[in-house]
C-alpha cells in the first residue's frame, strides 16, 4: 500500500507562485508514474499534470501548461508541482496519485493511489 500525502497549498494572490510537494510512506515512488489532479466545487475532478518514473515524460493539461511544472527527486521519494502565474480559476483541492504501470497518464482511472488532497486558493 502506498499512502500519498500532499502538501505546499495555501492562499495566494493572483499571479503568485505555490510549490505542491506529494510524498510518500510505506513504499518506494521509484517505480510509479505520477500525476496532479485538481477538483474545484461543484466541478469534476481534473487533470493537471504528470510524469513517468524515470521523470523523462511529462504531459500537462492545456490550462497550465507554460505555468505549471511537474518534477520528481526519487532519492526524497517525492512529487513536486510547481505553480507560477496562478489564476483564480487554479483555486481547487489538488490531490496527487500514484501509477504502479510507471507510465505519465492523464487519465485518473490509470491510476492506483491517491492522497487526501490540498487546498489552493487563488485570490483575484
Known amino acids: 500500500q502506498v499512502q500519498l500525502v500532499e502538501s505546499g497549498g495555501g492562499l495566494v494572490q493572483a499571479g503568485g507562485s505555490l510549490r505542491l510537494s506529494c510524498s510518500a510512506s510505506?513504499?518506494?515512488?521509484?517505480?510509479?508514474?505520477m500525476g496532479w489532479f485538481r477538483q474545484a466545487p461543484g466541478k469534476d475532478q481534473e487533470f493537471v499534470a504528470t510524469?513517468?518514473?524515470?521523470?523523462?515524460?511529462?504531459a500537462y493539461a492545456d490550462s497550465v501548461r507554460g505555468r505549471f511544472t511537474i518534477s520528481r527527486d526519487n532519492v526524497k521519494n517525492s512529487v513536486y508541482l510547481q505553480m507560477n502565474t496562478l489564476k483564480p480559476e487554479d483555486s481547487a483541492v489538488y490531490y496527487c496519485?500514484?501509477?504502479?504501470?510507471?507510465?505519465?497518464?492523464?487519465?485518473?482511472?490509470?491510476?492506483?493511489?491517491w492522497g487526501r488532497g490540498t487546498q489552493v486558493t487563488v485570490s483575484s
Open positions: 496519485a500514484a501509477d504502479n504501470k510507471g507510465a505519465a497518464a492523464s487519465d485518473k482511472n490509470e491510476y492506483d493511489f
Open positions: 510505506g513504499r518506494t515512488l521509484r517505480y510509479y508514474g
Open positions: 510524469i513517468n518514473w524515470s521523470g523523462d515524460s511529462t
